[in-house]
């Protein structure tokens, strides 16, 4: 485990984290490789750290990974990204990694 502090991270670094993290997660629940999953889940981490970097990060860059990972938060993340992916059994919420449907003109 890393002692790197947040405030140590670059945006593309704490990216590929949290991204692993998710395809760690995933990597022995699903029939499929989780590498079929990486485009969406890498676009939704990136939306996720757009949206929510003062919020989640910002407000924590003080912590390591490990500390942010018990921290209030991390809870954030973990309702907008992993109870997203994942139900509650561990196993991959399937419709949320489906594309939407394209708009008609």
């Known amino acids: 485990m890393t002692h790197k502090y947040l405030k140590e991270y670059e945006f593309g670094e704490l990216q590929q ?5 998710v ?3 995933m990597h022995g629940v699903s029939e499929h490789s989780p590498l079929v999953y990486f485009p969406i889940v ?3 981490v990136e939306s996720f ?6 919020e989640v990060f910002e407000d924590c860059r003080h912590m390591t990974m490990s500390e ?6 991390y809870d954030v993340y973990k309702s907008e990204i992993l109870n997203e992916f994942f139900d ?4 991959i919420r399937l ?7 394209a708009q008609e003109a």
Request: hydrophobic share 25%; net charge negative; aromatic share 6%.
């Open 42 to 44: 890498h676009d939704r």
């Open 68 to 73: 942010w990972r018990e921290s209030s938060c």
């Open 17 to 21: 984290e949290l991204v692993q993290q």
């Open 95 to 101: 419709e949320s990694l489906e594309e939407p449907p």
């Open 88 to 91: 509650t059994d561990g196993s």
């Open 23 to 25: 395809m760690d997660r």
């Open 49 to 54: 750290l757009i949206v929510h970097w003062s």
